[in-house]
């Protein structure tokens, strides 16, 4: 049974750092591209960042998290990270993590490339 779970979202404070973690299991972790999106209230589900498979040696984000936000992934650990730093009101949103098999190098990755989600994690930040 396919499994990601994410964790570490809580209600921090405009500049604060955050480390979101997404923990899986039952699939070939290390063959997938993982990729966290996030949706706000009223807003379609918004792209991150994404890391390639097999040890991650690219990555992609969107143009509104480039230089505050880095992922990683540990195969041995079938783990995915999303480290936020400098966060801003409006990176408020529910934040899921996803595996999948398609990878677009010079434009944002989009839902349909991926085809397993967890059930997300709240990233809160006041003004």
């Known amino acids: 049974q396919v499994q990601l779970a994410e964790s570490g979202g809580e209600l921090v404070q405009a500049g604060d750092s955050l480390r979101l973690s997404c923990a899986t299991s039952g699939f070939t972790f290390n063959s997938y591209i993982m990729g966290w999106f996030r949706q706000a209230p009223g807003k379609e589900r918004e792209f991150v960042a994404a890391?390639?498979?097999?040890?991650?040696?690219?990555?992609n984000y969107a143009d509104s998290v480039k230089g505050r936000f880095t992922i990683s992934r540990d195969d041995a650990k079938k783990t995915v990270s999303l480290q936020m730093n400098s966060l801003r009101p409006e990176d408020t949103a529910v934040y899921y993590c996803a595996a999948g098999r398609t990878w677009r190098a010079t434009e944002s990755m989009r839902p349909d490339d991926f085809e397993c989600w967890g059930q997300g994690t709240q990233v809160t930040v006041s003004s």
């Open positions: 890391v390639m498979a097999w040890g991650g040696g690219s990555t």
